[in-house]
């Protein structure tokens, strides 16, 4: 029995139970409009016990292979505490959990993560967390070029500043910003499902080529990445909990890998519809427990 969280407005989720379903998975799939329907009765101890009966079907505990969560914000009430309820559950089942909450953690501090980054052995970029206006200008005159972006997992719009907007830095001052050296080259994503990896080149002159206007349009290809970089990717991917990561990286013309991010929960669907990579049957196996 596989579950699966999420709304399937959602494309991700959508793409997930097209896959399972295409494995002639077992599946229960639920959104957060219907988190109030469920009942459930968990004893927690060395083995987790009890069931949860969504839609009128009763599930024990010990069916569940695995679980692909990709929630809302639930509604306050009884919905928010089945949620915590679910959740408290993904944390303790043995195996075939994308991602357990825990592991997705790291992205709430972008700092803390970068930190567990370099310690894989990546290249990361010059950065500087402040409040300090006069901090921010020296680093921007450092540089020349910079990006400033969100500090938790909230996603932001990357955006860059260059010699003459030192005077919009007097704005950190309510704060704190994260700000980073620019890094030319190619961006490239990652995405890990449990020991695999499935690389997608992304050309762009946009900033954020996530949010590239017309005349900046992104161009993704599929990209062989070198067998020891996709084992380090997979390792730190792993290193953090995690065996679904999207991971943001960019190669340098000099060949250098520098790696900015770790989303433990990637929207994967443009990659893999540009790409064909088969993202969303990889995760479905891992689910299933298929190699």
């Not at 494995?23 to 959104?31: E, I, S």
């Not at 009763?58 to 009430?77: M, N, T, V």
Request: charged fraction near 20%; hydrophobic fraction near 45%.
């Amino acid at each position: 029995m596989i579950l699966v969280w999420g709304s399937l407005d959602d494309a991700p989720v959508a793409r997930v139970v097209t896959a399972l379903k295409a494995q002639a998975a077992t599946l229960v799939h639920f959104d957060d409009s219907a988190l109030g329907e469920i009942a459930f009765d968990f004893v927690f101890g060395p083995v987790i016990a009890g069931w949860l009966e969504v839609k009128g079907r009763r599930i024990e505990i010990s069916e569940i292979q695995g679980f692909y969560l990709r929630p809302g914000e639930p509604d306050a009430g009884a919905p928010a505490r089945t949620a915590q309820a679910l959740i408290t559950l993904a944390s303790g089942l043995p195996q075939g959990v994308l991602n357990r909450p825990a592991a997705g953690l790291s992205n709430h501090a972008k700092p803390y993560q970068l930190r567990l980054i370099a310690e894989a052995g990546f290249d990361v970029p010059p950065t500087l967390l402040t409040t300090d206006s006069e901090a921010a200008r020296s680093f921007l005159r450092e540089h020349g070029r910079i990006v400033y972006k969100s500090l938790s997992g909230i996603r932001s719009i990357v955006a860059t500043l260059e010699e003459g907007d030192e005077a919009r830095l007097d704005r950190v001052r309510s704060g704190p910003v994260q700000l980073q050296a620019w890094v030319d080259g190619i961006d490239v994503r990652v995405h890990v499902v449990g020991d695999r990896w499935f690389a997608c080149a992304v050309r762009s002159s946009a900033s954020d080529y996530r949010y590239a206007a017309e005349g900046e349009a992104a161009e993704l290809s599929a990209l062989e990445l070198p067998v020891a970089i996709g084992r380090r990717i997979v390792d730190l991917a792993h290193g953090m909990g995690l065996r679904l990561a999207g991971v943001d990286l960019r190669l340098t013309p000099e060949g250098s890998w520098v790696c900015f991010e770790v989303n433990p929960s990637p929207g994967f669907t443009w990659y893999e519809g540009a790409t064909g990579h088969p993202i969303a049957a990889a995760i479905a196996a891992e689910l299933i427990g298929r190699p």
